[in-house]
């Protein structure tokens, strides 16, 4: 106890920082519920053929609600932050917190992955005639088990696209989307990386452009992605609608894309403040939480382009 | 302690903001047990209609549809309402005093967790009332009865479900970061108590399929609304596929109901006993193996889709598995008691309830596991009485020893035991005449899930309803209790009962708002 210090204890132990009472859960609970109904009656009016947006008012409210309260409990944890709140230990539960979400993550993903592994390895077998279970040929008989499928068993439900979003060999590799998706995306994991180096090293400067340039990418993944799934609707007649294929298809890279879209806004949160001149190298958790998230949705990304592509 | 931080040791704010704003890891453990108490009392209520229904042959109260919602809702409303946030309750209260910490290791989000439950249910039960009834597919939602055919109302059904996945999900980083990060120094995993380590092992399997569900619903969601055919054949989909995600989700599910009751009861045992566990390492153990056999096991609940032989035979004897770790913990329990100087008090009695009545439950299960039996039982009552044997006399009683168990610490009062016993005598005969019946019911051959009934069913269906009635009412009795104890009655002592250990007995009764502010000595 050389220097006495107002947040040591006599026996040298840091008080774990307790906030006070809180209105941020309360409030984002109701944000959350207010979207989730708009929403839900959204999505119920479509269907119906209700032709009212006022639902669709209701779900953009209840983001708004939450989006803002999000902002301010980031924005006071920030705040904490600079008055020196947080503990050493209370840091590490930031730490153990980001590692058990993203490993929450991986297992959302883990439900599609084996949803297309689990028709592709064996439903769509079956219903080709293929495996102990064949049986189930005798309902579409001229249904083929290739995969990609492009022939639905039921065409007349579920019409058929006119091709897939497979590798169309080395051909044809220059304008394949995916290819450069991949490039894009692997590479702003190495330029988030530099930026982190940048940062340990007080090379503020550095530390900007390699963050900013790991979002850009960020971005241009999205567009292209946008540009896929364009030419996919347009020229392919690859839609949701075409069977099992668009399905897992769709859901596989949609939320794929989804969670690039929130990765680069956290790093890109992340950019703004380091123009404000935010972290330190050797206290940054908020731009390492999200560089870790960037590098998730990286290896995601490899496995949906092994898995959902070149496969 | 006067170094400036009295912020921080102050009591409770004043009125209703105490409990909405709170961060307090006691508060919100509070919040827990009274949302779940209620979420019981609303789950029990549609059980009973069920039972009103069944009372007799023949349709008499209710019209199938209204019938087929309170089973789906009843399942849900119990698995998900009741049931899991009571443990969380529990593990809110009692991790931080059991390892030592200042609270949990994310005080804020730990009330977002507790505060998206009471609008995730508000939006489930609303669907009852809504344009083609509530949820009526069963509380396992199966396609293509909850996508293709099912009530609008689905899509709300839906986002509770995300929602409560979401507060499941925050709740369990939020006590695994506690556990690992929070434990005084000198408090190792294996000196940690069993209910610290099996809820350890819950959050991990909570974080693990809590997101499997969120993906489940999500295609069911893509199915209904956006023209994919994840469920249907006729796109190259397959309605077995939904049954494969869900279970993945389901099976773990199953022990994530019952791990913490593993935990309560290897707390509450040795303290009756006045013996150390018999045994610590072996459960730590058996608890992680049967978490982890918990991911190998699920299609062992579609034996009848019509599976390749292989599938069979694996699903069969990896269930079978599971029954050795969970022997390893009932040997333990019992040895435990053996040449102990027992005393029974109603959270003994709870729990040696308990292990009588989940030992039942298990040996129905391995009944079950038995493909080619299971061909026989499935679908039937004996199915419906083996999953009630390991939820209610399992899960259920758990909680509620736990309850009477701490409930001196929490309120400084301590419960009155008669009518603590009187509870607990009422609820152990009204469950075995509600549920045992159901195993005869069911190896004769009577469907779940169905209002009416073949007259030779007719005398033990209405035994089981009396055994409803007479079980459901008598839980009125615990909320009595409850409330009385923390009215008043005789005032605890710190240690509360003699035999117990644990960091949470050194703390006086009622336990101080802000407990551990400084870590405790270990020894």
């Not at chain 1, 639905?152 to 696209?161: I, Q």
């Not at chain 1, 731009?287 to 959902?308: I, K, N, P, Q, T």
């Not at chain 2, 309170?70 to 049931?83: D, K, N, P, R, S």
């Not at chain 2, 009932?330 to 435990?336: D, L, Q, Y």
Request: overall charge neutral.
């Amino acid at each position: 106890m050389a220097t006495p210090d107002k947040h040591t204890t006599p026996g040298g132990y840091e008080p774990y920082y307790v906030p006070d009472q809180s209105k941020f859960p309360i409030l984002a609970s109701l944000g959350l519920s207010i979207m989730m109904i708009g929403l839900g009656n959204t999505l119920n009016d479509i269907k119906s053929q209700h032709g009212s947006t006022a639902s669709a008012w209701v779900a953009f409210a209840g983001f708004f609600i939450l989006g803002c309260v999000l902002f301010n409990w980031f924005a006071t944890q920030i705040r904490e932050n600079f008055q020196g709140l947080p503990s050493a230990q209370l840091k590490r539960s930031y730490v153990l917190g980001m590692y058990w979400f993203i490993f929450s993550e991986v297992m959302f993903f883990c439900a599609f992955f084996g949803a297309l592994f689990y028709v592709r390895n064996f439903s769509v077998q079956w219903l080709a005639g293929v495996g102990e279970k064949g049986i189930s040929h005798a309902q579409w008989q001229d249904f083929q088990g290739t995969w990609p499928v492009i022939n639905n068993p039921d065409p007349k439900t579920f019409a058929n696209p006119e091709q897939s979003m497979a590798w169309r060999g080395f051909g044809e590799a220059l304008s394949y989307l995916p290819l450069w998706n991949t490039i894009l995306l692997l590479s702003s994991s190495v330029t988030v990386h530099i930026a982190h180096v940048a940062l340990k090293n007080k090379n503020r400067k550095q530390l900007t452009i390699w963050l900013g340039l790991t979002v850009l990418l960020g971005i241009t993944f999205l567009v292209l992605q946008a540009r896929e799934y364009t030419e996919a609707y347009k020229e392919l007649g690859l839609t949701l609608h075409s069977g099992i294929y668009g399905s897992t298809f769709f859901l596989l890279t949609g939320f794929h894309g989804f969670h690039v879209t929130l990765g680069a806004f956290m790093l890109s949160v992340m950019w703004f403040r380091v123009l404000k001149g935010h972290f330190k190298p050797e206290d940054h958790f908020g731009f390492e939480a999200a560089s870790w998230y960037w590098h998730f949705v990286d290896v995601v990304w490899v496995g949906l382009f092994c898995f959902v592509y070149l496969l | 302690m006067a170094t400036g931080h009295d912020d921080h040791h102050h009591g409770p704010a004043k009125g209703l903001t105490r409990w909405l704003y709170t961060t307090n890891h006691k508060d919100i453990g509070t919040l827990y047990l009274w949302f779940s108490f209620a979420m019981f009392l609303l789950g029990g209520t549609f059980a009973l209609v069920i039972r009103a229904e069944l009372f007799q042959p023949g349709l008499q109260f209710v019209d199938p549809n209204l019938f087929n919602q309170m089973t789906t809702m009843h399942g849900l409303v119990m698995v998900f309402g009741a049931v899991m946030p009571a443990f969380v309750g529990l593990a809110n209260w009692m991790v931080p005093m059991m390892i030592g910490a200042p609270d949990m290791a994310l005080p804020r989000m730990n009330n977002w967790s507790f505060w998206i439950l009471p609008f995730a249910f508000a939006m489930m039960s609303s669907t009852l009332f809504m344009d083609g009834g509530g949820p009526n597919f069963g509380w396992t939602f199966y396609a293509p009865l909850s996508t293709t055919f099912a009530p609008k109302s689905v899509t709300f059904f839906i986002f509770a479900v995300h929602m409560m996945g979401a507060s499941s999900i925050m709740g369990s980083i939020n006590i695994i970061a506690t556990i690992q990060n929070l434990r005084a120094p000198g408090m190792t995993y294996m000196k940690m108590p069993l209910f610290v380590w099996t809820w350890l092992i819950t959050a991990y399997l909570l974080i693990a399929v809590m997101p499997v569900l969120a993906g489940v619903v999500t295609m069911m969601l893509f199915d209904i609304h956006f023209g994919t055919s994840f469920f249907s054949a006729a796109g190259g989909g397959d309605p077995v596929l939904f049954q494969h995600v869900f279970w993945f989700f389901g099976h773990p599910e199953v022990y994530i109901m019952i791990l913490p009751a593993f935990g309560v009861v290897s707390e509450i045992i040795p303290t009756f006993s006045r013996k150390r566990l018999f045994g610590y390492d072996s459960m730590v153990y058996a608890t992680s193996s049967i978490a982890f056999l918990s991911f190998i096991v699920w299609a062992h609940h579609m034996f009848t889709t019509g599976m390749p032989l292989a599938g069979e035979l694996f699903f069969m004897y990896s269930t079978m598995l599971i029954a050795v770790p969970t022997g390893v913990k009932v040997f333990n329990w019992i040895t435990t008691m053996f040449k102990g100087s027992l005393s029974f008090e109603t959270p003994m009695l709870f729990a040696i309830a308990f292990v009588v009545l989940f030992t039942c439950g298990g040996f129905t299960g391995l009944m079950l596991a038995i493909a080619p039996a299971d061909f026989q039982y499935q679908d039937t009552y004996f199915v419906v009485a083996h999953f009630h044997y390991v939820l209610v006399p399992g899960a259920v009683f758990s909680i509620m020893a736990a309850a009477y168990y701490w409930l001196p610490k929490w309120t400084g009062n301590m419960y009155d035991e008669n009518l603590g016993k009187l509870h607990f005598w009422l609820s152990f005969i009204g469950i075995n005449i509600l549920f045992f019946p159901q195993h005869f019911l069911g190896l004769a051959g009577m469907p779940r899930r169905v209002p009416d009934y073949a007259l030779q069913f007719a005398n033990f269906n209405m035994v089981s309803s009396i055994g409803a009635f007479f079980f459901g009412f008598s839980q009125l009795l615990l909320l009595f209790i409850v409330i009385k104890t923390i009215k008043g009655g005789k005032k605890a002592t710190a240690q509360v009962w003699e035999g117990a250990e644990g960091l949470e007995w050194t703390l006086p009764s009622p336990a101080p708002y802000h407990t551990f502010s400084t870590p405790p000595p270990i020894k």
